[in-house]
């Protein structure tokens, strides 16, 4: 996607091939800033402090960082050594661990000096391979738009949770590469973004890449959705998952089960775009089994913002001693999902239909 009209990725390899660059997706939307990560540390920690966020975005990196553990120590050891690193830094998304594995099982087999080369050729293919799959859900997702605007014959509204843009992914997103499809052939739409507290993924990254591409929207603060869908003001909500089962629950970003019980019960379809290395085919219940991250309190009694003087800074909302829970994710049971749009199409969030459709 464009910043400025120049096309960018959120991730790329150095012009020299020894490094990947990062767009640090912390300082955004009031400064641009791309880093530089040069070992298997920087990956990790990229992954860890959210400069890097979003399922696909946390594999593609994850990959990347086990071909840059290659480019310094080829053995056995490091390889496992760099696996189990980067497995640990996010416990949510499963791309993280697809991604990881992906790369271990190329590895392992081969020969020690063959291994730094082939790493970075899988972590550049991973990376490809991500782009051409969220453009075909893009294309999906836009069968649906475009029948629901003939249906309607007017401005299409849709509502999305945190950020399942493209800086979620490498390029287009996932929940997003629909609306870029639809926008991009005429169809007239309007995004309704829940801010998505506590770190404003929705506020700060999905406002932004929308504004970028020239997409109308509007920010709303995460408890709006229901009220908006009671007046007929949502025509559809679409949102990312980092992990659904093989059953077809959905895990996301914290709020995203309210939205979906609310668009259940004013009638409202409730799509959830992925990729099919977001399914994790060894779960079954979602609310039972899927690790959910629980992150600092600081990101919870603290926000940080632009101030009158053009200076970022950091300020305390709560009161001095109270306490404040911070759980990152939850899940959102398949029968509230009106479907699932892979790169393979939609399919329906049910066990028969997907292993049907995604496993063959
Ligand atoms: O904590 P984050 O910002 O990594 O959470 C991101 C989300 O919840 C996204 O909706 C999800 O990863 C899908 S991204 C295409």
């Not at 291994?115 to 991500?130: G, H, L």
């Not at 799959?133 to 299409?156: F, S």
């Not at 004013?266 to 609310?287: C, E, H, K, R, S």
Request: include cysteine.
């Amino acid at each position: 996607m464009k910043i400025n009209g120049t096309p960018y990725r959120t991730i790329w390899p150095t012009a020299d091939n020894t490094a990947v660059e990062i767009i640090d997706q912390t300082k955004l939307p009031h400064e641009f800033v791309t880093l530089r990560l040069n070992t298997m540390h920087d990956a990790e920690r990229a992954i860890r402090d959210m400069q890097v966020r979003g399922a696909p975005l946390i594999g593609v990196t994850a990959a990347y960082g086990v071909a840059l553990a290659m480019r310094e120590q080829a053995s056995d050891a490091a390889l496992a050594e760099a696996c189990s690193a980067l497995l640990a830094a996010r416990p949510t998304a499963v791309n993280l661990r697809w991604g990881v594995e992906k790369m271990r099982g190329l590895l392992a087999s081969m020969p020690q000096g063959e291994r730094a080369v082939a790493a970075w050729q899988e972590a550049a293919r991973i990376a490809d391979e991500d782009v051409a799959i969220n453009a075909a859900i893009g294309r999906h997702g836009y069968e649906i738009i475009d029948a629901m605007h003939q249906a309607k014959d007017a401005t299409v509204n849709i509502l999305t949770h945190c950020n399942a843009g493209w800086l979620a992914t490498v390029d287009w997103g996932t929940a997003l590469a629909p609306i870029y499809t639809a926008f991009d052939a005429g169809i007239p739409l309007h995004v309704w973004v829940d801010e998505t507290r506590p770190r404003n993924q929705g506020a700060s990254l999905t406002a932004w890449e929308l504004g970028q591409h020239g997409v109308p929207h509007t920010v709303i603060v995460d408890n709006a959705g229901g009220h908006l869908m009671q007046h007929g003001m949502v025509d559809m909500a679409i949102v990312g998952t980092d992990r659904v089962t093989a059953r077809g629950d959905v895990c996301n970003k914290i709020g995203t089960y309210l939205k979906a019980l609310a668009a259940h019960d004013n009638g409202v379809p409730f799509y959830v775009a992925l990729p099919t290395p977001t399914i994790d085919w060894t779960l079954q219940d979602g609310v039972k089994e899927i690790p959910i991250e629980e992150r600092t309190p600081e990101e919870v009694t603290h926000i940080a913002g632009l101030c009158g003087d053009g200076q970022v800074r950091t300020v305390q909302v709560t009161p001095q001693g109270s306490r404040a829970a911070n759980y990152g994710f939850d899940v959102t049971p398949a029968r509230l999902v009106t479907g699932l749009i892979t790169e393979r199409g939609v399919v329906a969030a049910d066990a028969a239909a997907m292993r049907a459709a995604l496993t063959a």
